[in-house]
Each structure stands twice: as C-alpha cells, then as structure tokens.
C-alpha cells in the first residue's frame, strides 16, 4: 500500500543511441524559482523510459533520468514543468526531526518533545507547561533513536489488537508483524501471512491505523486491489473509507516525522 508521491513524468520517444556513462551526467540542475535557485538532483535510471520531476519524501527535487536519454531533452523537461515544481514546493511538508520542542502527533493527538535529563528510563506521556507531551530521556543525540523506538512498540502495540480482529473477522492467519520506516508504503502482505506496517501509523488517529490493518489484512484474501479486494476490506472494517480519505489527505504529512530537517 503506497502513499501518495508528488511526481510528474512525460513518455519521450528516445531514438536508440550508444548509452551515456552515467559520470557524464551532472549529479544536480539548477533551476530559478521566484529569483532563487534550487537544485535539482538528477538520478540515471537504466529502467526509466521517460523523464520524471518528482519530490521524494523527506529529501529535495529529484529528475529522473532515462540511461538513453540526452541532457538536452532532460533540460527542456525540466524547464517546462519548473511552474509544476515551484507550486509543490510551495506547498511541500517539511522534515520534522525529533528535537527538543518539535510538536509530535500520538494517535492523533499533538505532543510536544521534552527531554527528561535523565540518562536512562523509558520515553512516557506526560504534560508540560499545561500541554501534552513525550517525555524522553538520553543525551541529545540518542533522543531520536529512543523515540523512534519507543513509537515502534507502541505502533506494533495496536496493530496487533486490530490485525488480530480483522483477521478473525476474515478467517485468515497472519504469522508475523513488522515494523518498518518505508519512505512511501503504510503496509504490505505477503501469500506467507507476513504483514509490514510503517511505525508512522501511531501518529495517525486510531482509525486510520484501523483502516491499514483491515487493509494489508484483507490481502490474505485478494492478493490484489479488486473490486472483491475492497468488498473485503469493507467486511473486516465497514468504515474503512473513513480512514482510506484521511491517508489520500495527510498522508504525505506523517511521512516526514523522525526525518531530518
């Protein structure tokens, strides 16, 4: 299940050449963005058949390069679509990285970073000044790792409580849960009954959560996204489009937590 990626290509029809070596390729472009310049980072990919502008999560623009492409139809796609780039990056989510004061969602709800300063223990929920936050102990440079993993436990808490009831509701047998941190995928299944989720759903409200465990539950009945799929999906979870709506929205938002800015 893949969240929504910003991303814009074209299907040029590329006259058969010698390959350029990727070395003669410029590693950035430039381009002017209301009197700035930007950069753009330029990857060769010897399974692109066309040209693609696109914001990755977490990281700057990046033009996708076919192995038998020419940089000057490279920098002609890239001209033409600068509009379509400086209006993403207008309205592009920045990273938030787990530092002293960032405001967090838990379950939906804002937290604000707090270090204890204490060395040791465990990360907990409290209140601040009169508003909520996350307790978290360590040096500065471990309070990431910590949080990161305590988040991972607490989303791997409340997906097993939903996955064990949707699969139950659907009559299938899940044998493992993972805790992943995919750039673009909320959960996966495999025909072996193991599903991957993405820690960052505990950020969502509970219901979203729900939805994704309905979701990658549901595969163990359609290996597919069909019609019958989605009919399954509504069985184990009849409010599933509740939670379906909300990622189609705020998704892009949660994949920027824990990165760094």
Avoid at 19 to 47: F, H, N
Avoid at 233 to 241: F, G, I, K, Q
Wanted: hydrophobic share 45%; aromatic share 6%.
């Amino acid at each position: 299940m893949r969240a929504v990626l910003a991303a814009i290509q074209i299907h040029t029809s590329l006259t058969p050449m010698i390959p350029l070596l990727q070395k003669r390729w410029p590693p950035a472009a430039e381009v002017r963005i209301d009197g700035e310049s930007v950069a753009v980072a330029v990857k060769v990919s010897a399974r692109a058949k066309s040209y693609r502008l696109s914001i990755p999560h977490g990281s700057g623009p990046l033009l996708t390069v076919p192995k038998f492409g020419r940089w000057g139809e490279a920098q002609a796609f890239l001209d033409r679509h600068t509009p379509w780039l400086a209006s993403r990056l207008e309205r592009s989510v920045k990273p938030v990285a787990f530092v002293r004061g960032a405001i967090v969602p838990l379950r939906g709800v804002n937290h604000r970073i707090v270090p204890t300063g204490r060395v040791r223990g465990v990360v907990e929920v409290g209140e601040d000044d009169g508003e909520m936050a996350l307790l978290v102990p360590g040096a500065p440079e471990h309070r990431a790792r910590r949080l990161i993993d305590w988040l991972k436990i607490e989303a791997e808490r409340d997906l097993e409580r939903r996955v064990r009831v949707h699969a139950r509701t659907l009559e299938v047998t899940v044998h493992s849960i993972i805790m992943r941190s995919q750039a673009t995928r909320w959960g996966s299944c495999s025909t072996t009954g193991k599903l991957n989720f993405n820690w960052r759903l505990v950020l969502a409200p509970p219901f979203v959560l729900d939805y994704v465990a309905a979701h990658e539950v549901a595969h163990l009945v359609e290996m597919n996204h069909s019609e019958a799929f989605w009919e399954t999906v509504e069985v184990a979870l009849p409010s599933m489009a509740r939670g379906r709506d909300w990622l189609k929205v705020h998704g892009r938002e949660l994949m920027v937590y824990g990165l760094e800015g």
